[in-house]
């Protein structure tokens, strides 16, 4: 019922950049948060980045892990359920395989909410 897609992984020297993007599809009737988190291999699945979207207020909200902050942006578009991440002066600790995580409800049942993934893309940053 609903996929997301996720592209812009790849392999990039220490101080490059990427761009990361999700694509969420299907029988969506709101979406209410949107990210990315990672997992190296041996570490637990950690917060990258995500953002809120408050419908009535129309406001959103973004949060970043520490070891990101200022190098990372995320960023939304509304209209397409697409979330982006923008990763600048990419470290090789940043190398992980990166989900994107969608919380999201349905037509079927427009107040419930539940979380979904994407299968994950690689991100690898050599020294």
């Known amino acids: 019922q609903v996929q997301l897609v996720e592209s812009g992984g790849g392999l990039v020297q220490a101080g490059g950049s990427l761009r990361l993007s999700c694509a969420a599809s299907?029988?969506?009737?709101?979406?209410?948060?949107m990210g990315w988190y990672r997992q190296a291999p041996g570490n637990q699945r950690e917060l990258v980045a995500s953002?809120?979207?408050?419908?009535?207020?129309?406001?959103?909200?973004?949060d970043y892990g520490d070891s990101v902050k200022g190098r990372f942006t995320i960023s939304r578009d509304n209209a397409e359920n697409t979330v982006y991440l923008q990763m600048n002066s990419l470290r090789p600790e940043d190398t992980a395989v990166y989900y994107c995580?969608?919380?999201?409800?349905?037509?079927?049942?427009?107040?419930?909410?539940?979380?979904?993934w994407g299968q994950g893309t690689q991100v690898t940053v050599s020294s």
């Open positions: 995580n969608a919380r999201l409800s349905l037509y079927s049942r427009p107040s419930a909410y539940s979380d979904y």
């Open positions: 953002i809120q979207f408050a419908a009535i207020s129309r406001r959103s909200r973004t």
């Open positions: 299907g029988s969506i009737f709101s979406v209410s948060a």
